[in-house]
C-alpha cells in the first residue's frame, strides 16, 4: 500500500512504546506516505515516544490529558496552528485500575468505573469534536481501538468490556452525525495482544495463547495486519467504511468453542 496516504496528515493519540498497536497503525501510515503527529500523557511517556516520533520522520508531539477540557483544547490549538487540515485522528486511549482488571466484575468500584468510561470512551467523543472542524473541508476519518471484550464476557476484563461496548457504541452514533460532512468513523477491534495495556489484564498470557490456539488462522493479530487495516480505513480505498468494528483477530470471532485439540 505504498503511497496510499500521501499527501494526507493526521495525528496518533496513545503510543506507549513500540509494541502499543498506535505505533503499528503509525508506523504504517508513515510507510504508506501520511505525515504525523503525536500525543502523549506525561513525561515518562513523552521520552518513550521522542524517539519513535522522529523515526517516521514527526517532530510534533503534544502532551494531552484526555479528562481536562482546557488540556485538549490546547492540543488542537497547537495542531491546527501547524495544519490547518487534517485527513485522519487515531484514538487508542483506554485506562483502567489495574487491581480492578482481577477477578470479578461485581467488584468494581463506582470511581474506577466512572474514571474507565471517561478515559476509554468518553475521550473518543471529545476528540471528535475538536477534531471534525479540521476535516471538514476535505471529509477525513477518526478511528479507535476495542476490543470483543465489548460483546462477549472475557475472564478479568471486567470493566474494560463495558466501556469498549460504549465506545463501540459512541463510533456508530458519531459515524452517523459526521456522515453528512463525509467524515467516516470506525473502530478496529484486534484480539489479544502483547501491548503494556494487555499486559495489565489479568491472566493475559493465557487468553493470549488460547486464541493463539485456537483462532480460525491459528495466530493472534500482529501489528502489521492491524496497521494495515487502519491505513485503508484512512485511504480514499475506505471511503465508503463508516460505523463499522473491523476485527483483526484471526477470525477467533466466529468460533463457538475451541479447536477439538483444545477442549
Not at 487534517?86 to 474514571?115: C, M, P, Q, W
Not at 470512551?121 to 481501538?145: D, W
Not at 478479568?156 to 452517523?176: D, P
Amino acid at each position: 500500500m505504498s503511497g496510499i496516504l500521501q499527501g494526507k496528515r493526521g495525528l496518533i493519540m496513545g503510543v506507549a512504546n513500540d509494541r502499543s498497536i498506535a505505533w503499528g497503525i503509525a508506523k504504517a501510515m508513515h510507510e504508506a506516505g501520511a505525515e504525523l503527529a503525536f500525543t502523549y500523557q506525561g513525561e515518562a511517556f513523552g521520552k518513550r515516544l521522542e524517539p519513535l516520533a522522529e523515526s517516521v520522520g514527526s517532530d510534533f508531539m503534544v502532551d494531552v490529558d484526555v479528562t481536562d477540557d482546557a488540556s485538549l483544547d490546547a492540543a488542537f490549538e497547537q495542531l491546527q496552528s501547524r495544519w490547518p487540515t487534517i485527513d485522519f485522528v487515531v484514538h487508542a486511549i483506554a485506562y483502567s485500575d489495574k487491581a480492578e482488571l482481577t477477578g470479578r466484575f461485581l467488584n468494581t468500584t463506582r470511581a474506577n468505573f466512572k474514571n474507565s468510561m471517561d478515559i476509554s470512551a468518553y475521550s473518543f467523543i471529545e476528540v471528535a469534536r475538536r477534531a471534525y472542524p479540521m476535516m471538514q473541508e476535505n471529509g477525513g476519518t477518526l478511528l479507535t481501538l476495542t476490543y470483543q471484550g465489548s460483546n462477549r464476557v472475557v475472564p478479568n476484563y471486567n470493566v474494560m468490556g463495558v466501556a469498549k461496548a460504549a465506545l463501540e457504541s459512541a463510533t456508530r452514533y458519531l459515524a452517523n452525525d459526521l456522515g453528512p460532512e463525509g467524515i467516516r468513523v470506525n473502530a478496529i477491534s484486534p484480539g489479544p495482544m502483547k501491548t503494556l495495556a494487555g499486559a495489565a489484564i489479568g491472566g493475559a498470557r493465557k487468553t493470549f495463547k488460547h486464541t493463539d490456539q485456537n483462532a480460525p488462522m491459528r495466530s493472534n493479530a500482529t501489528l502489521e495486519a492491524v496497521g494495515g487495516t487502519a491505513v485503508y480505513l484512512a485511504s480514499d480505498a475506505g471511503a465508503c467504511t463508516t460505523g463499522e468494528i473491523i476485527r483483526v483477530d484471526g477470525g477467533f470471532h466466529v468460533l463457538g468453542m475451541p479447536q477439538p485439540d483444545h477442549l
